[in-house]
């Protein structure tokens, strides 16, 4: 049975090729979607625990079992041990490599003073402790390790630099301790044997740094158990810190909510017991994370969905074609005896076998799908990132498998049709005129086209909604992206529907005019008008495809970056740590100066002006606590910004589409009065100011100003007109945030010289500040780059998962576009091999032969790709606004906004015009080679 499955393979082989081609796809993608989805959120995880550990400088691995004061007897002893077990239980399964477990017994409240002297002024506070397995990460600087015996009632300790300077301890010196005494009653007595320092600068092992202890004093670990923790004895105010550094960077994303789920369960029982909470460094940056993957493993199967039905189609059509070229043979079979099970089985051995040998060179070119997912920066286009760690696990085993069958079922589904077919019938059926398709009887176009409509309606009617959803985390709604897609699917046939009327009109118009080659090439698109929908249907969907694609991937893109730029004002912000005279000031990191009186001492702006790499700085006052007293009273809300209008201008980053007039018009304006001032639009709406009204505002230390309005902004850099702050029932709240906009001279004549930010534009690179900042030893209070929020955007799991899915999603789909074109083309020449034969027979000259062709390419492929920029043209108008609510900031300011880019369009149909260019060149090589001569005397015949 294998080789006549292999002789039947052979014998239809380029058809074999395309059902292998599709099938190879179909597993590929399948097999990439779980192991790019698990690979991005992988890295995603890793930023975020980085980042955590760059901001706070904790271990994020860390896992806490804080002390328990209430078990403080002996009878305790066994719980403070079950705990200890029960931890140790929790860290084995919460499965993640351990770098250290650490327990800290500490005992405080301790009084001593030198043995020599008694009276009070001398104590100091003391607290004996131990870490286990301290030896192995510490290093004796002066001095020498602390005795495991006890001498006489005198305890041998070690401290750490910063306890003996403070302290005012000396090496060999013995304190007396009051309050712990042996048993006979006696105080016990410490002795300075040595100071030590961490043995390395960053060991996880040390929670806090040996620099952090002021009054520590640390004692052998065992002796300490002798001493005072036991079986026998519990010490009364001893402390006991459980802690397990777990190494995060072996923690995976795809395991987060199993972490999280053992935690929880451990959690209750510490509870039970009366233990305090377990702490994990990890769970706050899980918590954020898991919305996150959810929303970008849904982002990921949705854009998938599409190409996955593409991808049936192409299969169940290649197939079809097969069994339509093989229908002799089947009929012979049928009518020689064979059963519609027998027949069955062969068509679905070949099936299994050709899906065989598509899973096991789908998966590994699912991992190459996922290298150019993890490349891909916009829409076809890729930059060079680090590899991605992609793993292949049981999941995408068996989501490949799952294709592999669904594919199977694909291609056996059409046999059922033709298996019941004896050679009697066939015979009867070709002889028949053709039916239309099944989805024209059934107006299955229009049905698909009216629900995507229907869909596309409800969800215009619920964009204030689905925004909601959007910035409470949630993911789009899954339907949406069907819809687009079942647009472009239902419109396309649609036209297709429509496309044998065109033909006929153009044919019935010029019926006199055309010449003997046109007017049969005419007749034959007519007449093959359901050969033809095979091929038209993808060459709609791939051009389509492509500009849908095109302009979704740069609306949210450019959508991005623009919020991006926008709300940072500049390339640059920074500020820097203004000091006062009486002492450094507390400043935070908007601006907003403190309450405390004094004379800031201002950092020289000069510096930023010669800097490399600046093409222009301002100094720009933000306040965000300002107020304006109005006729209904004070108001507040309100953010005041001080500028220099010229350096401003020249400076800051604006789009211009978002004011009526250019906003250099309202810096030209304003730079005529010096108590000119700018005003937001939403207070204009609501208390009912005009330009020329006077306005009196003060900043947050109450200095009253007084200026002219001269113009009105919807918009300007930096500023949100509305704030939306999430309340604690997790709903979005939005309120009205007010803009004055003044001469930064004025306020400084008014307040005094206050923090301001620095804006600057750069030639590029903004490497420069970077350096300046390292090797001056400046402080920041602000420093904000933008093109770094770029880059962090584009890497973005979402972001990066949608541009890579839209490139490889279209490129999947011009291959099988491709692929069609050529198995048409091709079995359309070799068919008419003797009809041009006849041709040439009658007159015609191969000059006129080729005409044919070229015309029934212009109405077939030429139809198809004007159709398709039709449909896609028309899908993106109407549902790239919706696609981009999806992407979209929670704390988004910017209208937004569909773009099209030339540049986008030259790329993409450059790209199909090269595939078709190569497919043409095919199809010449092949008319070149055909045999026209014998053709020519069959005809004659």
């Not at 044997?193 to 043995?199: H, K, P």
């Not at 005094?752 to 400046?778: C, H, N, R």
């Amino acid at each position: 049975m294998i080789g006549f499955i292999w002789q039947k393979i052979r014998s239809k082989k380029w058809m074999a090729v395309c059902l292998l081609l599709g099938n190879l796809l179909m597993i590929a993608i399948a097999s990439a979607a779980p192991m790019y989805a698990d690979a991005a959120m992988q890295r995603t995880l890793m930023q975020d625990l980085g980042n955590y550990y760059t901001q706070t400088n904790r271990d994020p691995g860390t896992v806490i079992l804080p002390n328990d004061n209430r078990i403080t007897k002996s009878k305790d002893y066994d719980k403070i041990e079950y705990s200890q077990a029960l931890f140790d239980e929790m860290i084995q399964e919460l499965d993640i490599p351990v770098l250290q477990k650490v327990t800290h017994y500490v005992r405080s409240g301790i009084r001593a003073n030198h043995a020599l002297q008694t009276d009070q002024e001398n104590k100091v506070a003391v607290k004996l402790a131990t870490y286990s397995d301290m030896e192995e990460h510490i290093q004796i600087v002066k001095g020498e390790m602390c005795s495991s015996e006890i001498t006489g009632r005198t305890i041998d300790v070690i401290v750490s630099r910063r306890t003996f300077m403070e302290q005012k301890l000396m090496l060999g010196e013995e304190l007396e301790l009051t309050g712990l005494k042996n048993a006979l009653g006696e105080p016990y007595r410490i002795r300075i044997t040595g100071i030590f320092e961490n043995s390395e600068e960053r060991d996880p092992y040390w929670i806090n740094s040996p620099s952090a202890l002021i009054d520590v004093f640390f004692v052998e670990e065992s002796l300490f158990h002798e001493l005072f923790f036991n079986e026998n004895r519990i010490e009364d105010g001893i402390n006991i810190d459980r802690y397990a550094i777990l190494d995060y960077t072996q923690m995976k994303g795809g395991q987060v909510e199993r972490y999280l789920g053992t935690l929880e369960e451990y959690r209750h029982t510490f509870e039970e017991m009366g233990q305090k909470e377990v702490k994990a460094y990890f769970e706050d940056t899980f918590t954020g994370f898991l919305p996150q993957a959810q929303k970008t493993g849904t982002t990921i199967w949705v854009l998938l969905v599409p190409i996955f039905v593409l991808l049936a189609v192409f299969i169940f059509m290649v197939s079809r074609q097969m069994l339509e070229m093989e229908q002799n043979e089947i009929s012979i079979y049928k009518s020689r005896g064979a059963s519609k099970g027998q027949i069955l089985r062969i068509y679905l051995l070949q099936s299994v076998c050709i899906s065989i040998f598509s899973f096991v060179l789908g998966v590994p070119l699912g991992m190459l799908l996922c290298r150019v997912l993890g490349s891909s920066d916009s829409f076809l286009e890729f930059v060079k990132r680090t590899a991605m760690s992609v793993e292949i696990g049981p999941k995408v085993f068996l989501i490949a498998g799952m294709a592999a069958v669904f594919s199977v079922c694909t291609m056996v589904l059409p046999v059922f049709k033709f298996a019941g077919i004896d050679i009697v019938t066939h015979k009867r059926q070709k002889s028949r005129k053709n039916k239309s398709p099944l989805w024209q009887r059934l107006f299955l176009d229009v049905v698909i086209l009216g629900f995507a409509v229907y869909g596309l309606w409800q969800y215009n009617g619920q964009k204030e909604f689905l925004a909601q959803q959007v910035r409470q985390g949630a993911s789009l709604d899954p339907l949406l992206y069907l819809c687009s897609s079942l647009f472009m699917i239902g419109l396309g046939l649609v036209i297709l529907r429509l496309f044998p009327w065109i033909v006929r009109v153009v044919f019935w118009i010029g019926k006199k005019l055309w010449p003997p080659s046109l007017y049969a090439s005419f007749l034959h698109i007519i007449r093959t008008k359901s050969n033809q929908g095979f091929l038209m249907v993808f060459l709609i969907l791939t051009v389509a495809m492509g500009i849908y694609n095109s302009q979704a991937a740069a609306t949210i893109n450019t959508n991005a970056q623009e919020q991006i730029r926008y709300m940072a004002g500049a390339d640059m912000v920074v500020q820097e740590v203004w000091r006062k005279t009486g002492g450094p000031s507390l400043e935070s990191p908007d601006g907003d100066p403190g309450m405390i009186s004094g004379t800031y001492i201002e950092p020289d702006f000069g510096k930023y002006l010669t800097m490399e790499g600046v093409r222009s700085a301002t100094r720009v006052f933000v306040n965000n606590q300002a107020a304006v007293y109005a006729d209904s009273g004070r108001i507040g809300n309100v953010m005041l910004m001080g500028i220099h209008t010229k350096e401003f201008g020249e400076t800051a980053w604006f789009k211009e589409a978002l004011l009526p007039s250019h906003y250099h018009e309202y810096l030209n304006a304003m730079s005529q009065n010096a108590k000119a001032i700018l005003v937001s639009s939403n207070f204009r709406d609501i208390y009912g100011y005009r330009v020329g009204d006077v306005m009196k505002y003060y900043d947050a230390q109450k200095n009253a100003m007084e200026g002219i309005i001269y113009g009105f902004v919807d918009y300007w850099p930096a500023y949100a007109p509305v704030i939306a702050t999430q309340g604690s029932d997790g709903i979005y709240n939005e309120r009205d945030n007010f803009l004055v906009i003044a001469h930064l001279s004025q306020l400084q004549s008014v307040c005094g010289v206050m923090p301001y930010q620095v804006w600057i534009k750069t030639d590029g690179s903004t490497q420069f500040l970077y350096d300046y900042a390292k090797e001056s030893g400046t402080k920041y209070t602000l420093f904000r780059d933008a093109s770094a929020e770029l880059i962090a955007v584009k890497n973005a799991a979402v972001f990066q998962s949608t541009n890579g899915i839209l490139t490889v999603g279209f490129i999947c789909i011009l291959v099988m576009c491709s692929v069609g074109f050529l198995i048409y083309w091709i079995s359309s020449i070799r068919a008419r091999t003797l009809q041009f034969g006849i041709f040439r027979a009658m007159g015609m000259s191969m000059r006129e032969i080729i005409t044919m062709l070229i015309n029934e390419q212009i109405f077939v492929t030429g139809v198809s790709v004007g159709a398709g920029i039709f449909v896609g043209v028309i899908t993106s108008r109407f549902f790239v606004p919706l696609i981009q609510i999806a992407y979209s900031s929670a704390d988004q300011v910017l209208p937004l906004e569909v773009i099209s880019r030339g540049e986008d369009y030259a790329r993409l149909f450059v790209v199909i015009g090269s595939v078709m260019l190569i497919c043409m060149l095919v199809l010449g090589v092949l008319i070149a080679r055909t045999k026209i001569t014998q053709a020519l005397k069959l005809g004659e015949d």
